[in-house]
C-alpha cells in the first residue's frame, strides 16, 4: 500500500499562487493514480485533478483547466499541484488520494481511492 502525504497550503490573496506537494510512501513500486481532492465548508468533496503513473496521463476539473497543474517527481514518489491564479472559490481543504491503478485516465469518484492524506487548507481571500 501507500500512504499519501500533503504539504504546502496556506493563504493568499486572489490571483496568487500555492504549489502543493503529495508524496507518497510505502510500496511504490506499484503503479498508481494519485488525485487531488478539495472540500469547501459546507460542500462535498470535489475531484480537482489527477494523473495515471502508468499512462503518464492528466485529467483536470473544468473549474481548475488551464489554471492548474500537475507534474510529478518520480526519483522523490512526489506529485505536485501547480495552483495559479487562485480564486475565492478555491478556498477547500485540498486531499491527495491514490489508488493502485493501470490505465489511461485516473478515476474521478472518490469512492475508488483507498488511499488518502490527511489534507492542507488553501485558502485564498479577496
Known amino acids: 500500500q501507500v500512504q499519501p502525504q500533503e504539504s504546502g497550503g496556506g493563504s493568499v490573496q486572489t490571483g496568487g499562487s500555492l504549489r502543493l506537494a503529495c508524496a507518497a510512501s510505502g510500496h511504490t513500486t506499484t503503479s498508481y493514480a494519485m488525485t487531488w481532492f478539495r472540500q469547501a465548508p459546507g460542500k462535498e468533496r470535489e475531484f480537482v485533478a489527477g494523473d495515471s503513473w502508468s499512462s503518464g496521463s492528466e485529467l483536470y476539473a473544468d473549474s481548475v483547466k488551464g489554471r492548474f497543474t500537475i507534474s510529478r517527481d518520480n526519483a522523490k514518489n512526489t506529485q505536485y499541484l501547480q495552483m495559479n491564479s487562485l480564486k475565492p472559490e478555491d478556498t477547500a481543504v485540498y486531499y491527495c488520494?491514490?489508488?493502485?491503478?493501470?490505465?489511461?485516465?485516473?478515476?474521478?469518484?472518490?469512492?475508488?481511492?483507498?488511499?488518502w492524506g490527511q489534507g492542507t487548507q488553501v485558502t485564498v481571500s479577496s
Open positions: 488520494a491514490a489508488i493502485p491503478f493501470v490505465g489511461w485516465a485516473p478515476p474521478r469518484l472518490e469512492s475508488r481511492y483507498n488511499y
